[in-house]
Protein backbone atom coordinates (compact mmCIF):
# COMPACT_ATOMS: atom_id res chain seq x y z
CA UNK A 1 0.00 0.00 0.00
CA UNK A 2 2.44 2.27 1.28
CA UNK A 3 4.79 1.64 -2.20
CA UNK A 4 1.58 2.84 -4.19
CA UNK A 5 1.14 5.69 -2.32
CA UNK A 6 4.54 6.77 -3.45
CA UNK A 7 4.55 5.80 -6.87
CA UNK A 8 1.95 8.59 -7.02
CA UNK A 9 3.14 11.11 -5.07
CA UNK A 10 6.70 11.01 -6.44
CA UNK A 11 5.93 12.49 -9.29
CA UNK A 12 4.05 14.99 -7.62
CA UNK A 13 6.64 15.97 -5.60
CA UNK A 14 8.74 15.80 -8.66
CA UNK A 15 7.06 18.33 -10.69
CA UNK A 16 6.94 20.58 -8.01
CA UNK A 17 10.43 20.68 -7.49
CA UNK A 18 10.62 21.39 -10.82
CA UNK A 19 8.67 24.50 -10.62
CA UNK A 20 10.55 25.90 -7.99
CA UNK A 21 13.56 25.97 -9.43
CA UNK A 22 12.40 26.89 -12.70
CA UNK A 23 11.12 30.34 -10.58
CA UNK A 24 14.63 30.43 -8.52
CA UNK A 25 16.05 30.47 -12.38
CA UNK A 26 14.11 32.68 -13.73
CA UNK A 27 15.14 35.15 -10.72
CA UNK A 28 18.64 34.94 -11.60
CA UNK A 29 18.38 35.42 -15.52
CA UNK A 30 16.17 38.35 -14.63
CA UNK A 31 19.09 39.81 -12.55
CA UNK A 32 21.65 38.99 -15.07
CA UNK A 33 19.68 40.54 -17.67
CA UNK A 34 19.25 43.74 -15.26
CA UNK A 35 22.83 43.61 -14.91
CA UNK A 36 23.83 43.29 -18.63
CA UNK A 37 21.34 45.92 -19.76
CA UNK A 38 22.82 48.25 -16.75
CA UNK A 39 26.20 47.63 -18.03
CA UNK A 40 25.18 48.12 -21.83
CA UNK A 41 23.93 51.89 -20.84
CA UNK A 42 26.72 52.62 -18.96
CA UNK A 43 29.09 51.60 -22.09
CA UNK A 44 26.48 53.77 -25.07
CA UNK A 45 26.50 56.71 -21.93
CA UNK A 46 29.99 57.14 -22.77
CA UNK A 47 29.98 57.47 -25.68
CA UNK A 48 30.57 53.63 -27.14
CA UNK A 49 28.87 51.90 -30.65
CA UNK A 50 25.94 49.60 -30.13
CA UNK A 51 28.00 46.66 -31.19
CA UNK A 52 30.82 47.38 -28.26
CA UNK A 53 27.92 48.13 -25.90
CA UNK A 54 25.97 44.49 -27.18
CA UNK A 55 29.58 42.91 -26.50
CA UNK A 56 29.72 44.27 -22.51
CA UNK A 57 25.99 42.92 -22.37
CA UNK A 58 27.19 39.51 -23.64
CA UNK A 59 29.70 39.33 -21.59
CA UNK A 60 27.46 39.22 -18.39
CA UNK A 61 24.77 37.44 -20.28
CA UNK A 62 24.94 35.53 -23.57
CA UNK A 63 22.36 35.38 -25.70
CA UNK A 64 21.03 39.16 -24.84
CA UNK A 65 19.17 41.20 -27.71
CA UNK A 66 20.18 44.83 -27.06
CA UNK A 67 17.75 47.62 -28.61
CA UNK A 68 18.82 51.67 -27.48
CA UNK A 69 16.81 55.14 -28.39
CA UNK A 70 17.66 58.14 -27.76
CA UNK A 71 16.01 60.94 -29.78
CA UNK A 72 14.66 62.76 -26.60
CA UNK A 73 17.95 63.24 -25.06
CA UNK A 74 18.10 60.57 -22.86
CA UNK A 75 19.03 57.52 -23.69
CA UNK A 76 16.58 54.43 -22.88
CA UNK A 77 18.51 50.80 -23.49
CA UNK A 78 16.41 47.69 -23.28
CA UNK A 79 17.65 43.97 -23.24
CA UNK A 80 15.70 40.87 -24.02
CA UNK A 81 16.31 37.56 -23.44
CA UNK A 82 14.19 34.32 -23.68
CA UNK A 83 14.27 31.63 -20.73
CA UNK A 84 13.63 28.25 -22.73
CA UNK A 85 11.21 25.74 -20.49
CA UNK A 86 13.49 23.38 -18.28
CA UNK A 87 11.97 20.83 -20.20
CA UNK A 88 11.80 20.06 -23.86
CA UNK A 89 8.37 18.70 -24.16
CA UNK A 90 7.54 22.47 -22.69
CA UNK A 91 9.29 24.60 -25.02
CA UNK A 92 6.28 26.34 -25.54
CA UNK A 93 5.82 27.43 -21.73
CA UNK A 94 9.59 29.43 -22.08
CA UNK A 95 9.82 33.38 -21.08
CA UNK A 96 10.33 36.29 -22.14
CA UNK A 97 12.49 38.65 -19.99
CA UNK A 98 12.76 42.55 -20.48
CA UNK A 99 14.69 45.17 -18.57
CA UNK A 100 14.65 48.78 -19.09
CA UNK A 101 17.18 51.42 -18.38
CA UNK A 102 17.00 55.41 -18.71
CA UNK A 103 20.73 57.17 -18.85
CA UNK A 104 22.25 60.34 -19.87
CA UNK A 105 24.93 60.58 -22.04
CA UNK A 106 27.99 62.01 -20.64
CA UNK A 107 29.60 65.41 -21.67
CA UNK A 108 32.53 65.47 -22.65
CA UNK A 109 35.00 68.41 -22.61
Known amino acids: ?19 C ?6 GQVQAQLDDATRSAARELARGE ?4 AAASAEG ?25 APVPA ?3 LGAHLTATLVTVPERRG
Open 90 to 92: LQG
Open 1 to 19: MVTLELAFALPAVMLVCLF
Open 60 to 84: VLPGVRLTADGHTGDLLVTGRYHLA
Open 21 to 26: AWLLRL
Open 49 to 52: SLAA
